[in-house]
């Protein structure tokens, strides 16, 4: 599980450590509306990210294996997975492999996504952080006795 995780980190984030314990960034639940997808969406996405295992292997899995995980119907997940290529999110393609209509999805749009998300978050922490130290500064100064220094 943890190589599972370090590596959709780094698909995702570029090695990000701000990760949830099922190996899904926590970005990506943190900054969710950003993608400008609504929760069913979402839990499709994070259905399949869990079949996300390799880089290099896209994960093949058909509409009832996803509809079973979720508890929803096949046309739900039909009609989320049109909403996350609309979003530009994922691409969906019928690989060359047999199976029950299994699909290869591809997640270059998120990934792309998260990186623009990681990036800004970053920036966000610094520009807190900065804040954080001159109040601590300010609050110092304020704190010291003129008389003492007299």
């Not at 639940?29 to 400008?36: E, I, K, P, R, T």
């Not at 492999?97 to 998260?114: C, I, Q, S, W």
């Not at 990036?119 to 003129?146: F, L, Y």
Request: charged share 25%; net charge positive.
């Amino acid at each position: 599980m943890a190589g599972r995780i370090c590596r959709l980190h780094q698909r995702l984030l570029g090695g990000s450590d701000e990760v949830t314990n099922a190996g899904i960034p926590n970005l990506l639940f943190w900054y969710a509306s950003q993608l400008g997808i609504r929760p069913t969406a979402q839990a499709v996405l994070f259905q399949l990210l869990s079949y996300w295992l390799e880089k290099d292997n896209l994960p093949i899995v058909s509409k009832a294996c996803l509809a079973e995980g979720l508890g929803i119907s096949e046309r739900q997940v039909q009609r989320q997975l049109r909403v996350l290529e609309k979003a530009g999110l994922i691409k969906t393609r019928f690989p060359s492999r047999a199976g029950r209509h299994p699909h290869e999805f591809t997640f270059d749009g998120l990934v792309k996504k998260m990186q623009e998300i990681a990036v800004a978050h970053r920036r966000e922490k610094r520009q807190q952080q900065h804040r954080r130290s001159k109040a601590v500064k300010s609050v110092g100064r304020k704190n010291v006795d003129p008389a003492r220094d007299a």
